[in-house]
């Protein structure tokens, strides 16, 4: 768990599922400019996530869907068929640009489908519409 820089506020809890270790680091560092404080808590794999939300509720899920142990789908549909976490805005951020993930995402309840961009400048700007909708 990295706790990212205070600048006002109180701080927001995110879960970030993410199995590459350059793409947490660059999510990280975008946070890290955020005017407000923001914890991202990490797993690497599904079945990591699920056993994290059996203790802790976040304020927002970055998914990717390509996932060890258990995909993304499976981690998203467990997530939002559990009543305690069902409202949390579960945000999916992947490489896959295909129709029918992009579909299947929405039909089992994610908030949102970002596809990865491709350099850190789009990142950031991804980022922060997913900071100013969700947080």
Do not use: C
Request: proline share 4%.
């Amino acid at each position: 768990m990295t706790q990212l820089t205070q600048k006002d506020g109180r701080s927001i809890h995110v879960l970030l599922v993410e199995d590459n270790p350059g793409d947490v680091t660059l999510i990280k560092e975008v946070f890290k400019t955020s005017s407000r404080p923001i914890q991202v808590s990490r797993a690497q794999d599904g079945v990591e996530a699920l056993d994290f939300l059996k203790d802790e509720t976040p304020d927002l899920i970055l998914l990717d869907l390509n996932m060890p142990k258990k995909s993304g789908f499976e981690v998203l549909e467990e997530v939002k068929g559990d009543s305690r976490l069902a409202e949390v805005p579960v945000v999916v951020l992947t490489n896959s640009k295909l129709d029918t993930d992009v579909r299947r995402a929405y039909e089992a309840r994610a908030n949102f489908y970002i596809v990865k961009p491709s350099d850190l400048e789009r990142l950031f700007v991804a980022l922060r519409y997913v900071e100013r909708t969700w947080l």
